[in-house]
């Protein structure tokens, strides 16, 4: 049956805005009574940003106060704790400020994290611990996700209109909705293994899309790039030949068994007690060996090398010298023979 329940509405114009977040006031409250009951949250923060969170503390109750919600740091079990009090007035500020103590948890800074109190601003922390299981590539993958020098975080913060923190196994991120869903897309599919590169691209080609208003009711999917997988060649293992054995008709002949050794050797008839004392036994020479070697290894630095008495010389050292005198004598005779035959010859010129 076809409905008729779509009628025309005089009072919906196309100057109103639908998207508009308009700002919770006491007003809005037509009651005017406190909350049936007292909502609360809690999380826990690491030992490293108790410091921080000390010295910025007055200024979060500061915040949190205008909005009519208390707020309690336990140092003792290191736990943040946010509640509704009989003024708050707005019911869906107590889920700001539990993103509010989520994002100082993960490191974000207070004049960032104030933010989320904000009406038009969100926040997501999209875990990235689990997706990938081999450390060194998640490191890898997490550090693409930043880029040298933090270029590719920077400019997916241009793009998404978003502030992001990556922190451990977690990414930290606030902005608008819209926003937080592309970056969200961007994550995941970097930790499988996608480059945020081809992401930057698309979404840099939608914006200057969204400045034609006459493409505003079209399909964008024929300007936006299509990026296909290449499996990019690898070089292969060298394959090791294997020498052809001979054929023999015969199959090789059956090893024995540990039982038919342990027969052969006579340990199979020995007790649970005569085995264990044959393996000390075993040991112990093993042991006794490896001592002996070290102790000659040891020895050897202490004893002393073979020395000649004082006085005796070898009749080899001495022929050794008789010869090399000689040699000295005739080398010398030559020189002084060479020397008189060239001034024999100068005189007669």
Same mark, same amino acid.
């Given at each position: 049956?076809?409905?008729?329940?779509?009628?025309?509405?005089?009072?919906?114009?196309?100057?109103?805005?639908?998207?508009?977040?308009?700002?919770?006031?006491?007003?809005? /409250?037509? +009651?005017?009574?406190?909350?049936?009951?007292?909502? +609360?949250?809690?999380?826990?923060?690491?030992?490293?940003? @108790?410091?921080?969170?000390?010295?910025?503390? =007055?200024?979060? &109750?500061?915040?949190?106060?205008?909005?009519?919600?208390?707020?309690?740091?336990?140092?003792?079990? #290191?736990?943040?704790?946010?509640? %509704?009090? $009989?003024?708050?007035?707005?019911?869906?500020?107590?889920?700001?400020?539990?993103?509010?103590?989520? !994002?100082?948890?993960?490191?974000?800074?207070?004049?960032?994290?104030?933010?989320?109190?904000?009406?038009?601003?969100?926040?997501?922390?999209?875990?990235? #611990?689990?997706i990938v299981t081999n450390k060194e $590539?998640?490191?890898?993958?997490?550090?693409?996700?930043?880029?040298?020098?933090?270029? %590719?975080?920077?400019?997916?913060?241009?793009?998404?209109?978003?502030?992001?923190?990556?922190?451990?196994?977690?990414? +930290?991120?606030?902005?608008?909705?819209?926003?937080?869903? *592309?970056?969200?897309?961007?994550?995941?599919?970097?930790?499988?293994?996608?480059?945020?590169?081809?992401?930057?691209?698309? !979404?840099?080609?939608?914006?200057?899309?969204? =400045?034609?208003?006459?493409?505003? /009711?079209?399909?964008?999917?024929?300007? !936006?790039?299509?990026?296909?997988? $290449?499996?990019?060649?690898?070089? =292969?293992?060298?394959?090791?030949?294997? @020498?052809?054995?001979?054929?023999?008709?015969?199959?090789?002949?059956? !090893?024995?068994?540990?039982?038919?050794?342990?027969?052969?050797? #006579?340990?199979?008839?020995? /007790?649970? =007690? *005569?085995?264990?004392?044959?393996?000390?036994?075993?040991?112990?020479?093993i042991q006794a060996e490896k001592q002996?070697?070290?102790?000659?290894?040891?020895?050897?630095?202490?004893?002393?090398?073979?020395?000649?008495?004082?006085?005796?010389?070898?009749?080899?050292?001495?022929?050794?010298?008789?010869?090399?005198?000689?040699? *000295?004598?005739?080398?010398?005779?030559? #020189?002084?023979?060479?020397? &008189?035959?060239?001034?024999?010859?100068?005189?007669?010129?």
């Amino acid at each position: 049956m076809v409905s008729t329940h779509n009628k025309d509405k005089p009072w919906d114009t196309d100057d109103i805005d639908k998207w508009h977040i308009e700002e919770f006031k006491p007003e809005d /409250n037509a +009651s005017g009574q406190p909350f049936a009951e007292e909502s +609360s949250f809690m999380t826990l923060f690491p030992k490293y940003r @108790e410091t921080y969170l000390k010295s910025v503390w =007055k200024d979060v &109750t500061k915040a949190l106060d205008s909005h009519h919600i208390a707020c309690t740091l336990d140092l003792v079990e #290191g736990s943040m704790t946010v509640k %509704t009090t $009989r003024k708050t007035y707005d019911p869906a500020i107590i889920l700001k400020a539990r993103d509010l103590i989520k !994002l100082l948890a993960r490191s974000v800074p207070f004049p960032q994290a104030v933010k989320i109190l904000q009406e038009d601003t969100a926040c997501d922390v999209i875990k990235i #611990g689990n997706i990938v299981t081999n450390k060194e $590539r998640f490191v890898k993958r997490r550090q693409r996700l930043v880029g040298p020098d933090g270029n %590719t975080l920077k400019a997916l913060e241009l793009l998404t209109k978003c502030y992001i923190l990556v922190q451990g196994n977690t990414v +930290s991120a606030m902005g608008p909705y819209k926003g937080l869903k *592309e970056l969200r897309r961007v994550v995941e599919d970097c930790m499988h293994n996608v480059h945020p590169i081809y992401h930057i691209k698309e !979404l840099m080609i939608k914006r200057e899309l969204a =400045k034609k208003p006459e493409l505003a /009711n079209e399909d964008w999917s024929r300007f !936006l790039p299509m990026f296909k997988k $290449r499996n990019v060649a690898r070089k =292969k293992p060298k394959k090791i030949k294997k @020498e052809k054995k001979v054929y023999t008709p015969f199959p090789p002949a059956q !090893l024995p068994r540990k039982v038919d050794l342990e027969i052969e050797s #006579g340990e199979y008839f020995l /007790n649970k =007690k *005569e085995k264990q004392f044959k393996k000390l036994e075993e040991r112990k020479e093993i042991q006794a060996e490896k001592q002996r070697v070290k102790d000659e290894e040891r020895r050897k630095d202490y004893t002393a090398p073979k020395e000649k008495a004082y006085g005796t010389t070898d009749k080899k050292e001495k022929k050794k010298k008789r010869s090399k005198d000689t040699e *000295e004598g005739e080398v010398e005779e030559a #020189g002084n023979m060479s020397e &008189t035959k060239s001034s024999k010859k100068h005189k007669k010129a």
